[in-house]
């Protein structure tokens, strides 16, 4: 069975920071791009940051650019986001997801529509 599990959300002041984490079932994780999105109160779910299958490519969405870092351990089929630098505006529930175009590819995907699996999310709340 497919898992997405993302944990480290949180309540932060601005200007601090948050490592979000999502762990992923073995088969769910090798091989493929991921991707992290998130959805604040009557927004629509966005694209944040994407990772390649060797973490040789990256990509962000351009107001976390600078602050946001993703990175992949395939040892512990885990991705990250590093998040500092944090701004009321990133306030939203965080998902991972999975890339299923992007197997053993260089390249990665901001859309949406590019990803199957999801995990149930995780809550990052900046306060000013």
């Known amino acids: 069975q497919v898992q997405l599990v993302e944990s480290g959300g949180g309540l932060v002041q601005a200007g601090g920071s948050l490592r979000l984490s999502c762990v992923a079932s073995?088969?769910?994780?090798?091989?493929?791009?991921m991707g992290w999105f998130r959805q604040a109160p009557g927004k629509e779910r966005e694209f944040v940051s994407a990772i390649s299958w060797s973490g040789g490519s990256t990509d962000y969405e351009d107001s976390v650019k600078g602050r946001f870092t993703i990175s992949r351990d395939g040892a512990k089929n885990t991705v990250y986001l590093q998040m500092n630098s944090l701004k009321p505006e990133d306030t939203a529930l965080y998902y991972c997801?999975?890339?299923?175009?992007?197997?053993?590819?260089?390249?990665?995907?901001?859309?949406?529509?590019?990803?199957?699996?999801w995990g149930q999310g995780t809550q990052v709340t900046v306060s000013s």
């Open positions: 073995g088969s769910t994780f090798r091989g493929y791009a």
């Open positions: 997801a999975r890339d299923r175009s992007r197997l053993w590819s260089a390249y990665v995907s901001s859309r949406l529509a590019d990803y199957d699996y």
